[in-house]
DNA sequence: ATTGACCTTCCCGTGCAGGGGAAGGTGCAG
DNA sequence: CTGCACCTTCCCCTGCACGGGAAGGTCAAT
């Protein structure tokens, strides 16, 4: 299959596969007698594997180390198990960052919904944030 | 005071006043005789205005749009209450996306973390993503 | 006179994950 | 023959908020 019903297969674009071989995440493509790229099923499967990287957050570059692990013949699993692991800690943290960041944000739009602009102090642009 | 002192005062770099006034955020700065930028107390409260909001979480563009409003002479403050109500909207969508996130990837870290690795499956890459 | 700490403008690079569009080749239908 | 959909490589652009470093000017102290 060319490399259109590729991505449309799995939801992605053209330009996001090429893109995708450039950067290693793909191994260089068969090519047909006129230089298209000729895709088989083994691509698909890795396309949807990326994929649901994506969804669990992964980003590229971590997504990449796992596919070099298992195209060196090495099962991923303990590497997956540790980007995982990370990922769990820098969501705690981000969300928890957030959290405070929503509160924070709160207590000032509180404090504007109660406020009149009429004591809006131009030296401090606004006196309410 | 000039730039480096400016700069200091508020916890910024030189390099970060200069692009405020290149993106419109600073008017176009007073000039000493040689060439040097000149600021006075109200570039330092206006850039203590800018560090408030930006540890509320807006953007740049949205701090150039309050300090415009600011500085055609009406308050802002209507416009403040609701880039900060929006805020709070997407805040709270992001958090929300993110605690459905991390549900998933513990689901996965769970999987994998009871797993054994001879039963993963080649030609999915990692059967427990 | 020369150092050293400032300052100026200018352009390019960062991270992330692609997207836009040019210029040209291929293959099939009408 | 022409149109159309698809493919190729190539290079630059996006958003976000700056940072790095070059090449050169200025000023006070030594």
Redesign the interface.
């Known amino acids: 299959m060319r490399i259109g019903e590729a991505a449309s297969a799995v939801g992605l674009t053209s330009k996001t596969i090429r893109f995708y071989e450039d950067r290693g995440l793909l191994p260089p493509a068969a090519r047909s007698a006129n230089g298209y790229r000729e895709y088989g099923p ?1 691509t698909i ?2 396309l949807e ?1 990326i994929r ?2 994506q ?3 992964l980003t590229l570059a971590q997504i990449q180390e ?2 070099h692990i ?1 195209d060196s013949g090495t ?4 590497r ?2 540790d980007i ?2 990370q ?2 800690i820098d ?2 943290k ?2 928890a960052e ?2 405070a ?2 509160a ?3 207590e ?2 509180r404090t ?2 109660a ?1 009149d ?1 009429i004591n ?1 102090d ?5 006196s ?2």
């Open positions: 083994d499967s890795r594997f649901r990287c969804s669990a957050g796992i596919l298992r099962t991923p699993c303990t997956v198990r995982l692991g990922q769990l969501l705690d981000t969300i957030l959290t960041l929503r924070s944000v709160a000032h739009f504007i919904d406020a602009p809006c131009k030296e401090q642009i606004c309410y944030i």
